[in-house]
């Protein structure tokens, strides 16, 4: 599978986007879908991964109640709402696809990685 991330862009704190990851390839929906962040100077981070049977969300505390992942099979898609942004928001945001993984997984589980999506929250 390859995956494509889009839908970053630049937002006023406390703004909201819709980010997408399409996957090419077959077999989507066997692969555990997780969203990454790095942030200038920081090290890539967890936010959000959505399980690969069931649909089982699993946030990072810093982005639970704000962000929301969510899966669509029929389009090889997986999404990202995320609302009431701040600055600590700010980073490239990457999806990765871990094959029949768990949605708590480390980062080095994840097999395939998209090639980021930047988003600014402005002050």
């Known amino acids: 599978v390859q995956l494509q991330a889009s839908g970053g862009g630049l937002v006023q704190a406390g703004g909201s986007l819709r980010l997408s990851c399409a996957a090419s390839?077959?077999?989507?929906?066997?692969?555990?879908m997780g969203w990454f962040r790095q942030a200038p100077g920081k090290e890539r981070e967890f936010v959000a991964a959505?399980?690969?049977?069931?649909?089982?969300?699993y946030y990072a505390d810093s982005v639970k109640g704000r962000f929301t992942i969510s899966r669509d099979n029929a389009k090889n898609t997986v999404y990202l709402q995320v609302s009431s942004l701040n600055t600590e928001d700010t980073a490239v945001y990457f999806c990765a696809a871990d094959a029949y993984g768990s949605v708590r997984s480390p980062p080095q589980k994840y097999d395939v990685w998209g090639q980021g999506t930047l988003v600014t929250v402005s002050s």
């Open positions: 390839g077959r077999a989507f929906s066997t692969y555990t």
């Open positions: 959505i399980s690969w049977r069931a649909g089982i969300t």
